[in-house]
T-cell receptor, first 107, second 114 residues
């Protein structure tokens, strides 16, 4: 079993829909990261959080430390949000990554 | 965008040949990382560096070595490439420990070992 599990693996949505991607981890962490990998392959860090909630534009990330669970939400989704979203748990000078969620937003 | 470049961006080589990948940063960040990305596995840490000449192993370090002789460069070497090392390799940097700091990723190097 992977130490960081994401669901769903693939997600297709219509433009404007509210999107939720889930991440569960089994390791102790210092921080939880959400990354976005564009179709061209580039990886961008979206959020790093260790408690509560963070918001940036239409993206919201939450974490529940007790339940070892984090969610990434996208409001009013747009085709340009189509990408692979990766969750990663960091701690002990190590970072463990989920396999990613491939999001496709159709116009 | 963080100033991180990787070279080469694409490489095809044969089994048994040595290969060196270079990561170069202009941010003067202390920490540098090498990851590989394979379908179904996500990103996995190969080696990381926490300063000049200071390196440590990651989750999948077998068959790889690294060197960091100056702050801006982190080299990943495959002494004798194998087909199982066909992958996309990403370099990343962070100002402080990646435990509690954002990592910035390079554009990736696609390596094919025939």
């Amino acid at each position: 079993k992977n130490e960081v599990e994401q669901s769903p693996q693939n997600l297709t949505a219509q433009e404007g829909e509210f999107i939720t991607i889930n991440c569960s981890y089994s390791v102790g962490i210092s921080a939880l990261h959400w990354l976005q990998q564009h179709p061209g392959g580039g990886i961008v860090s979206l959020f790093m959080l260790s408690s509560g909630k963070k918001k940036h534009g239409r993206l919201i990330a939450t974490i529940n430390i007790q339940e070892k669970h984090s969610s990434l939400h996208i409001t009013a989704s747009h085709p340009r949000d189509s990408a692979v979203y990766i969750c990663a748990a960091s701690g002990n000078n190590d970072m463990r990554f989920g396999a990613g969620t491939r999001l496709t937003v159709k116009p | 965008d963080a100033g991180i470049t990787q070279s080469p961006r694409h490489k095809v080589t044969e089994t048994g040949t040595p290969v060196t990948l270079r990561c170069h940063q202009t941010e003067n960040h202390r920490y540098m990382y090498w990851y590989r990305q394979d379908p179904g596995h996500g990103l996995r840490l190969i080696h990381y560096s926490y300063g000049v000449k200071d390196t440590d192993k990651g989750e999948v370090s077998d068959g790889y070595s690294v060197s960091r002789s100056k702050t801006e460069d982190f080299l990943l070497t495959l002494e004798s490439a194998t087909s199982s090392q066909t992958s996309v390799y990403f370099c990343a940097i962070s100002e402080t420990s990646g435990n509690t700091d954002t990592q910035y990723f390079g554009p990736g190097t696609r390596l094919t070992v025939l």
